[in-house]
C-alpha cells in the first residue's frame, strides 16, 4: 500500500508517533503545515472522543481533498468523574502556548485531586481515531485506553499534556518512557495499532 495520509492535527508530537507507526505501512504522514491552505479549525461539538475524532477527520478531508485522519483525545479521572475528558485540552482555559496550557492544565487536575489518596486516582488516557475520505464516508476507526493513576507531582521531560502525571504499574510516568515504549504502550499506540490492522483490510478504500 503507498498512499499519503494528512495527520489532521498542528501538534507536531502527534503527527511523529503516528508517522512511526503508519510509515512501515507505506502510508505517508503529511501535515496540516504541509497544506498549500489554512484551513480552520471545526468546532467540536461532539460528547464523545469518537465523535469528535470523526467530526475532525471528515472536516480537513472535506476542506483539503485528502484522505484525513484525526484524533481526539484526553484524560478520564474516576474521582473527577470522567473529567477532564473531552475538555482535556482546554481544561484550564488559560495559556497562550502549548507548553503553558499544558502546566496549566496539570496544575488545575492536581489542584482538584488535592487531598484525594494517589491509590484513589485511577485515570486513563483515551484515543479515539477516524478516517475519512472528502466524500465523507469513515473508512476506519479505533480507539485505546492507557491505565495508570494521577501522581503527586509531575515527573519525566519526554512526552506532553498530562504525560508527567500519569503513573504507571510499573512506578513510571508515561513523560518518562522512551518514545518506542510510549509508542508501543500508549492509548494514541494502541490505537494505532488496532487502526493498523484495520487498515490491512482496507487497502482499496486508501488508494486514490
Known amino acids: 500500500m503507498q498512499t499519503t ?12 508517533e503516528i508517522a512511526a507507526v503508519l510509515g512501515p505501512l507505506g502510508i505517508t504522514c503529511t501535515s ?29 478531508a472535506k476542506h483539503s481533498g485528502c484522505i484525513a485522519l484525526a484524533d481526539d483525545s484526553g484524560l478520564e479521572v474516576d474521582a473527577l468523574g470522567g473529567a477532564p475528558g473531552i475538555f482535556s485540552a482546554r481544561y484550564a482555559g488559560i495559556g497562550n502556548t502549548r507548553q503553558e496550557r ?5 496544575l488545575k487536575l492536581l489542584a482538584a485531586l488535592e487531598g484525594i489518596p494517589v491509590e484513589q486516582r485511577a485515570a486513563r488516557f483515551v484515543c ?42 510499573d512506578g513510571r510516568t508515561s513523560a518518562e ?5 510510549k509508542n508501543a504502550r500508549s492509548h494514541r499506540g494502541v490505537a494505532l495499532q488496532i487502526l493498523a490492522v484495520a487498515l490491512g483490510h482496507q487497502s482499496k478504500a486508501l488508494s486514490r
Do not use: C, Q
Not at 495520509?5 to 511523529?16: D, G, M, Q, R, Y
Not at 518512557?177 to 515504549?181: D, G, I, K, V
Open 5 to 16: 495520509l494528512l495527520i489532521a492535527t498542528s501538534n507536531p508530537h502527534k503527527v511523529e
Open 32 to 60: 496540516l503545515s504541509a497544506l498549500p491552505m489554512s484551513i480552520d479549525e471545526p468546532e467540536e461539538t461532539g460528547t464523545t472522543f469518537e465523535a469528535n475524532a470523526f467530526l475532525k477527520a471528515n472536516w480537513y
Open 102 to 106: 499544558d502546566d496549566a492544565n496539570n
Open 177 to 181: 518512557l522512551s518514545s518506542a515504549e
Open 128 to 169: 479515539a481515531l477516524s478516517i475519512a475520505t472528502p466524500e465523507g464516508n469513515e473508512i476506519a476507526s479505533a480507539r485505546g485506553d492507557f491505565p495508570g493513576v494521577i501522581g503527586a507531582a509531575p515527573r519525566g521531560v519526554n512526552g506532553f499534556g498530562y504525560d508527567p502525571l500519569l503513573v504507571l504499574e
